[in-house]
């Protein structure tokens, strides 16, 4: 007899609940598997609805009034949302062992004799429809032994994606007070500075460009693993904060992140940087210090101590 256990949860673009049972008595005897898939949708409430007769949320999926091969009655309510059996003379119930994600509305689910005998499939659905886009063999063996044949020999699925958030990298434009080239805490920072973003394959073609909010900070969307030179004109930057030299660079791992990144190229004070291959926000480049040398405080950290960049 089928033992039903919850084997996959997933939810669609639609919101729909999925549920794969995989059927245990498999994994303790040997005999025929009888995997099964079913939806449940949201209602008003909130709560969640299953299926009844292939329909579900208004829906009506690819086995409505499903009859078995046997001829009797099949599904919650008398029918599948899911194109769930094998077909005309194959079996009633072949998916799922484990599902994900299959693409934009669809759903990939693991099971048997798709298109064989004693076959391990994955088989792609529509989850608008319910019904079957496509299907792949696993392996296909007879019923001899080191085959699991017509048990669970599939287990759960993965679906892997590009990453599904963008890379970012974020620098600041800040007043460096003491022109040591460090972001120290009682160093505001510079709003409304023009950041143009290049990449380092046409470096003479800014590909985009933002202004620095009140914190003098900015982030910039950026490709996984590419070349970039992020860049401030100095005459831009003189028309708004007034003369300044340019912020030494430290090179020092100790200050990764918060010291000043920025070298004078032409009229530019550039920083070259190679974007993170992970998603998310990187905090490492495109870090400007500036300062009025005239306002340099004379305790050590001096003009030309630290070696830096004089604009004239």
């Known amino acids: 007899m089928a033992q039903p256990q919850i084997a996959a949860l997933y939810f669609d673009d639609a919101g729909r609940l999925i549920m794969g049972f995989k059927d245990r008595s498999n994994d303790i005897t040997v005999w025929m598997s009888s995997p099964d898939m079913l939806v449940a949708c949201q209602t008003p409430s909130g709560t969640f609805q299953l299926e009844s007769n292939g329909k579900c949320g208004g829906k009506t999926g690819a086995l409505p009034n499903a009859k078995s091969n046997?001829?009797?009655?099949?599904?919650?309510?008398g029918g599948?949302?899911?194109?769930?059996?094998?077909?005309?003379?194959?079996?009633?119930?072949?998916?799922?062992?484990?599902?994900?994600?299959?693409?934009?509305?669809?759903?990939?689910?693991?099971?048997?004799?798709?298109?064989?005998?004693?076959?391990?499939?994955?088989?792609?659905?529509?989850?608008?429809?319910?019904?079957?886009?496509?299907?792949?063999?696993?392996?296909?063996?007879?019923?001899?032994?080191?085959?699991?044949?017509?048990?669970?020999?599939?287990?759960?699925?993965?679906?892997?994606?590009?990453?599904?958030?963008?890379?970012?990298?974020?620098?600041?434009?800040?007043?460096?007070?003491?022109?040591?080239?460090?972001?120290?805490?009682?160093?505001?920072?510079?709003?409304?500075?023009?950041?143009?973003?290049?990449?380092?394959?046409?470096?003479?073609?800014?590909?985009?460009?933002?202004?620095?909010d009140k914190d003098g900070r900015y982030c910039f969307s950026v490709l996984p693993g590419k070349q970039y030179s992020c860049s401030i004109n100095i005459k831009e930057t003189q028309d708004k904060f007034g003369k300044f030299n340019v912020s030494p660079i430290l090179n020092d791992p100790r200050y990764e992140g918060i010291d000043s990144d920025g070298v004078v190229v032409g009229g530019n004070i550039v920083s070259n940087f190679q974007a993170s291959l992970y998603c998310g926000y990187s905090f490492l480049?495109?870090?400007?210090?500036?300062?009025?040398?005239?306002?340099?405080?004379?305790?050590?950290?001096?003009?030309?101590?630290?070696?830096?960049?004089?604009?004239?």
């Open 70 to 77: 046997a001829g009797n009655s099949m599904g919650i309510g």
């Open 80 to 212: 599948y949302y899911f194109q769930v059996n094998q077909g005309a003379g194959g079996h009633d119930y072949n998916v799922a062992y484990g599902l994900t994600r299959g693409g934009p509305n669809q759903v990939v689910a693991t099971g048997m004799d798709n298109s064989f005998w004693y076959e391990g499939s994955v088989r792609w659905f529509d989850t608008t429809t319910g019904k079957t886009i496509r299907a792949y063999s696993i392996y296909n063996a007879t019923a001899s032994p080191g085959t699991f044949s017509k048990s669970n020999g599939l287990g759960s699925i993965t679906s892997i994606f590009p990453p599904s958030l963008e890379v970012f990298d974020c620098g600041r434009v800040w007043n460096d007070i003491n022109g040591n080239g460090i972001q120290d805490c009682n160093e505001p920072g510079i709003p409304n500075i023009k950041i143009y973003l290049f990449s380092q394959d046409n470096p003479t073609c800014p590909i985009s460009y933002l202004y620095s």
């Open 285 to 312: 480049h495109c870090h400007f210090g500036i300062y009025n040398p005239d306002n340099c405080p004379k305790n050590g950290f001096t003009t030309y101590g630290w070696g830096v960049q004089k604009i004239n």
